[in-house]
């Protein structure tokens, strides 16, 4: 058995009054409640007694058995606490490595996605380059005179323009304009 805990001196409490014939549902969470209270040990006891006074004949030395292996589980869980609280070395390191592990690969991921990303882009430039050269071909064929102009595709992307931005705020300027001409003739109604 590992070390004792609160629930091994509930465990300990139940087989003790199952042993008894005593309702351990009602009478041992009563029990454990009493002894969990912050009030000195006399109280502890004579609160106790009481209690097991209406239940069993014995009282004195089940009062006095209850208490001692509550105080025995107290001073273990006591003992294994300040145990759980003293620094691992060993897990901190891992705890450290695990974190260095995670951050490290997440960098590695957006450094790959970013790449990724880039050679999308190129691959989508250089296809529509490739169609507009065409048709710049066709039209260098049919009319001489034009020169022919060639993009590489690190400069297509440097030139690469935002479109949707220019058309929201177009979008955003004509609603302005059509509120600001329906508040002057709201005005203008309001005048009349």
Not at 48 to 71: F, G, H, P, R
Not at 153 to 162: G, K, P, T
Not at 175 to 181: G, H, S
Request: aromatic letters at 4%; proline letters at 2%; a negative charge.
């Amino acid at each position: 058995m590992g070390e004792p805990s609160q629930g091994d001196f509930e465990a300990w409490l139940c087989k003790k009054l199952t042993s008894l014939d005593i309702d351990n549902e009602v009478y041992g969470s009563y029990i454990t409640s009493i002894l969990d209270e912050d009030d000195d040990q006399q109280t502890k006891k004579e609160t106790l007694e009481e209690i097991l006074e209406t239940i069993t004949e014995n009282n004195v030395a089940l009062c006095k058995d209850v208490i001692e292996m509550y105080q025995s589980f107290k001073v273990a869980n006591t003992a294994q606490a300040n145990d759980d609280d003293k620094p691992n070395i060993d897990q901190i390191l891992a705890a450290h490595v695990g974190v260095t592990t995670t951050t490290m690969q997440k960098q590695h991921q957006t450094q790959n996605s970013n790449e990724e990303s880039k050679a999308i882009k190129r691959s989508v430039i250089a296809m529509y380059s490739s169609v507009d050269d065409e048709a710049d071909t066709n039209e260098l064929n049919e009319n001489s005179s034009k020169p022919q102009h060639h993009q590489t595709v690190d400069s297509a992307l440097e030139m690469f323009e935002n479109t949707n931005a220019k058309n929201v705020s177009e979008v955003e300027k004509n609603t302005r304009l059509k509120q600001k001409e329906e508040s002057a003739k709201k005005k203008e109604q309001d005048k009349v």
